[in-house]
């Protein structure tokens, strides 16, 4: 900017002859109502004195040809002129010298004037009062930009001079701060862009590249008189700010010494949020999904939410007995969800609070996913209905990188939520760490520009600007279905939690806060001052609320078992009994009439539309799937095709999201067909099976897998009635969502008694494509399974209400490790799966993988599903399934046994080899190979956990002659091996051994050398057959 001297000089006629063509566009003055203006240039010089010397004699010779903004300009200098003829700045003829500089000169304090203005649009928020400690800089810089008008002497950049102070300028359309005026005296106009832009609120919009929503927020902010409150608003706000102070202090009196991380300094969070939704409500939103982090979350509960005071003071009870339904959580980290009236509106309000963990901003793409379910069963396509809310903290909005992933899924089709507000609770500290140590960008917010989103910076310790901003924020999200930020620039009166101490080291940040009068005495004393309340009003109210917290803590005694379905975000009614338990323990038989398989399969094999022309590769791949049809067999892709077209028959919503899924990364799936001639012409014949059928959405998605799994996590909580999936692009990038998969998946339900059936697609196998491409990493998941390995499982009815998963996770009695009776009933599997904290398969057939599909969604509750899905048995020649293994009756098979000559003559087998997956394949053509088939017996493990120890049981008797043997071909450190050996075990009573055999145990998942890889194959293959392998060793 501090060229802007220089610049006439520079442009002369030059400048004349490039902007004279864009007279209209670039000093258009178009009416406010009418829209948004188009901008004037930026640069005060932006125009040469020549150019308006021609738009001047073109008003001269006709007013009309020229825009009305030049005609209002030129006929008030005329006006001057007339009034002063020896001062008159335009000639009746060719101007003189003198007089052409004097007109240069006005128009050139305007365009000056004009950049000025644009200048504290930019970079007001800069020197904007922020900080209520008045010790920091919110954007860490103390440097005050010089092309703000902070001094006098700062005139000087612009040309202009202390005596043009009082003269008056005719004001750009680009600004509102005159209202009802369209000049203001210099003087002014940098008084009012000082009490707009450099105050309590800083705002950063200029970025916007639409020229409607930066006006939008020009009229809300620059308007003058816009954060007028009437006495009733100021009021509500006090109250608020009452009850949000007192719920802390009250709990800091009872417990002093337990951990709350309470709001203490952003008191005002509490009327902010409560400003959002009332607004949001006031604009037709009847859904509010809310995300945050610990801080102030026991305060949002109460006074947000609306949760029962006592049953959050019953939670600080250290007598408090866990009633048996898992293992629970913190209190701080506990969700909610409750109807009620908006008391503002007097409109029905659905708000949910999602649980989650201490890993900060992990919840943020559950709450978009939620949402964005939400919206879909709603039929609410433009967010009017429903809409998130998401709170950060500061260290952690700028430090997670799964905001930035949350932030690039907002305007994706299949993903946006049509706007969220985001609110930072910004202590201007992480935990002890100092902000200039934590963070590059200026401000903690600066990776919401990425998406166009405005951020509205506001001083914490003053409430109506606060609420100001708030309002401005949900009418944005409501007006533009945008994201919008909000930073709270406030302070942490305690430490990171009660028990910290910050003085460590922040002792002059926390000096300043010991001395800081807390926000609602400064706003009581201020409308004390005013007139707006009494000080006996104001103590009333205080004495009130206070009241109702001794009641509840009174009541709170009473309470003696804690519930933490109580707590539960997002309940699902009528699925469940009135216990929470399933209605039955059963589940019906997953196949289906051969008529369904067939249609399904005839529209796969098939192009809906007429005149769509498809790539000739993907022609012969319908062809094939077609041939398939005919034989009644059906590869991979189409098994997957017949699940989820059946499914959608039923009625149940079906999506599929993650990278390159429409297609499939190995080219096997393709859901969406392309035209090759019409750009973005696309068909997706699985939403033209049937007139009255479910949806079926199948989206690409960004490359994430944190943002993206969380996010359709969150969407499998809104319904039971969907089969959501999620499939990673390789097995082996999932680790990248590891905090999503530990947090959420594996441990939802034990801590917060939440079903969830999301199905987690892995494509796993060694295959000799290295160290990324090979492995999901089964033994993470096995890891984390919930069975005892070393306790038999004794199959009984469903427990009895009230004894859901406690104790071991099972709802019963811990059982014994000594073998109980070994027997099973027909509810077992039903029951087991029940039990689990989640179901691992790896299927070795289309029609298996297909059963397990349908069985996710006919199962009466929900468990997370992961399945480790093939590569090259995709195009297997002997990976198909026949029409006979998928018909009505037919179900999914946890162990598929030997089915082969070893499986009629029993006695004769020399060794029984377990398997899973893939290396079936393997295995079963080496057998053959070596003539071996009467002599070694395979059996396949489909479902690895829970553990089928009836069918393992089953198939270890029948061949009592047998060496058994476990072959993976996962190196020994991972995959199976170190899940199932000790279930052998038990099984076996530790009275035969399980050998192994597989790739020696290894520090990389798979190796990156084909020969290398081609070699350990053979070597344990060799071993796997060769029958004298084991002889002479011990177990």
Known sequence: MSQLRLLPSRLGAQASRLLAPHDIQMFSRRSRSSGPPAPFPSSKRGGSSSYMEEMYFAWLENPQSVHKSWDSFFRKASEEAACD??????????PSVSSRTKTSKLVEDHLAVQSLIRAYQIRGHHVAQLDPLGILDADLDSFVPSDLITTTDKLAFYDLREADLDKEFQLPTTTFIGGSEHTLSLREIIRRLESTYCQHIGLEFMFINDVEQCQWIRQKFETPGVMQFS????????????????????????WSSEKRFGLEGCEVMIPALKT???KSSEMGIENVILGMPHRGRLNVLANVIRKDLEQIFCQFDPKLEAADEGSGDVKYHLGMYHERINRVTNRNITLSLVANPSHLEAVDPVVQGKTKAEQFYRGDAQGKKVMSILVHGDAAFAGQGVVYETFHLSDLPSYTTNGTVHVVVNNQIGFTTDPRMARSSPYPTDVARVVNAPIFHVNADDPEAVIYVCSVAAEWRNTFNKDVVVDLVCYRRRGHNEMDEPMFTQPLMYKQIHRQVPVLKKYADKLIAEGTVTLQEFEEEIAKY??????????????KILH??????????????????PKSMTCPATGIPEDVLTHIGEVASSVPLKDFKIHTGLSRILRGRADMIKNRTVDWALAEYMAFGSLLKEGIHVRLSGQDVERGTFSHRHHVLHDQEVDRRTCVPMNHLWPDQAPYTVCNSSLSEYGVLGFELGYAMASPNALVLWEAQFGDFH???QCIIDQFISTGQAKWVRHNGIVLLLPHGMEGMGPEHSSARPERFLQMSNDDSDAYPVSSALPPPGQGQGAGATGRPPPSHT???QVFTEDFEVSQLYDCNWIVVNCSTPANYFHVLRRQVLLPFRKPLIIFTPKSLLRHPEAKSSFDQMVSGASFQRVIPEDGAAAQAPEQVRRLIFCTGKVYYDLVKERSSQGLEEQVAITRLEQISPFPFDLIKQEAEKYPGAELVWCQEEHKNMGYYDYISPRFMTILSRARPIWYVGRDPAAAPATGNRNTHLVSLKKFLDTAFNLQAFEGKTF
């Open 276 to 278: 959002i939704i009332d």
């Open 231 to 254: 006495s009733e608003e100021k009021r509500t706000l006090l109250a608020r700010l009452v009850r949000s102070m007192r719920f802390e202090d009250f709990l800091a009196r009872k």
């Open 546 to 559: 206070d009241r109702i917290c001794e009641e509840a803590y009174g009541r709170s005694k009473d309470k």
């Open 564 to 581: 933490i379905k109580h707590w539960l975000d997002s309940p699902w009614p009528g699925f469940f009994n009135v216990d929470g338990e």
């Open 819 to 821: 073998p109980a009776p």
């Open 735 to 737: 680790n990248t969502a």
């Open 85 to 94: 003829p020896a001062q008159s700045r335009f000639p009746e003829s060719r």
